[in-house]
């Protein structure tokens, strides 16, 4: 099931699993003219495979794709930003949207499993199967003391990225946020904004994730991960119970005002409906608002400028406050 | 009917004619120590009359009635403000509410007569009836020069005010409304915000009244009147024309936010209550918005501090927040 359809968000969004591998004996993609006959070579180690993997994959060549269209795919995650307007790559895609493995980004493979909540564990047990079965059939670049090699030598060693998105949006509102974030950062963490940067992050979706691979296992990756997560879900949670002790009425105003212009403005702009997108959120998560058509996280996704199509943007603004008032 | 009852409140809200009178031989009242005969007087000619009017009127005792009962009926506009806190005052309601006879404000008799829409006409007409039949039973302070005296010599003459309410928000979303208050002022008459003063209005509604009683008659004074509001509300006709040819979109996604908020805020100061139902009212004039339980018109009245009770002003934020909601 993809990440964000009927996820009610409540803190922990979405946990995503991305292993960085490259095939032996090929310059990597950045140093390769002929992107053709390696991504020939993976897609058949995938789709021609033994395995279930082989049914479970679409093949979709980002060359044949728009802009707009890969926008959308981008939106959910399942390509990254850079591969919107990059040539030669392509990506495979399993039927339930979880897994993605995406060819001549940086590295020949980047392989991807995201699933709704915090599950770290299960993704990483997803991650490794695929990757056996692809190891099958090719022999990935691999040093006995580097680990895996990669494009950019942060990513070398176990070549993942285990990262975890969380919905902070009380920890903003009581000010803590730009601490915490300090904080994770000086455990070696990395705090990024999913819309916007940082403390300005639209949305206040934030995500954790291990900026080193060289020199932990992929368990002990996970393990830090998991406990400085659950740490911060524990300090938003105290967050909320504070706010609606002391600040009930103050919430319950904001939160319904935002879901009130949700319901009834005629333009919107991408920015403003994430930001109140994220008070309805909250809202639903604190029983102080009811559920809608769509899940509010889908309607944040779904909002977004590559969702609204490739109009002029006063009229994307008319299409998502249309969009918005009919879902939320 | 009372003047806000199913009133859309399209530009020309309310009529008001309001006569001030006092009787013959008897000082007036800031100057008179026994309030009681004179009201005594006064009530019976309406009360014990022969007249039609005998059964339409009711009486109150000010003194008799709490100050938050007070300042709804000076929201209702059935008592001047002034006689929010005074002493020794009482009025005469009709059953309708279209009526009201104030007893020992400045005057001995302020007789007023107000009704919804534009009707300066039908308005003199029964103020003029109800006079008549006071006069059967009672002598008024009259001199062939100065006309009716009054205790504030700017009333003397025919000592009537006439004053329509209009609700102006395209001339102020349009800047063009100090201009137009500058230009009714240099003409003689008086614009005043009802909520707030001059373009500071809250709820964007403007009384424009005659400023002289003396040297014109009751007829001219009218005239006057209703050829500059006549003229004002065709500015405000086009106004509304111009934003909705050359802004719709701008339009109706304000009017709709305000509605949005009115709909779902948990927590409304009146003054805020007022801003927003101003555009309600504009967006339902417009067809942008649908009519609710209630005119939007009686939700401003009745979401007036005084409507919502004596309670702290927190509490009564929450109470007409929880009433726009149910209504408009």
Redesign the interface.
Known sequence: MIWYKDNDADIAVSTRIRLARNVEGTPFPNALSDKGEVTEKIKNAVLASNSTLAGEFEFINLDQKSKTERSALAEEHLISPQMISGKGQSVMISRDKTMSIMLMEEDHIRLQIIQSGLALSEAYETANRVDDVIEESLAYAFDEEFGYLTACPTNAGTGMRASVMLHLPALRLTDNISRIISSVNAMGLTVRGLYGEGTKAYGDMYQISNQVTLGLSEREIINKLKSVVDQIIDLEKKAREGLMKANA??L??KL??S?????????MSSKEARELISDVILGQNLGILKKGKMSALECMVKASPAEMGGQKP?ERD?KR?QFLKENI
Chains 1, 2 share one sequence.
């Not at 879901?259 to 333009?267: C, N, R």
């Open positions: 009425d103050y319950k105003d319904g005002r879901y009130g212009i949700l319901k009834y403005a005629f333009s006063e008319l406050a």
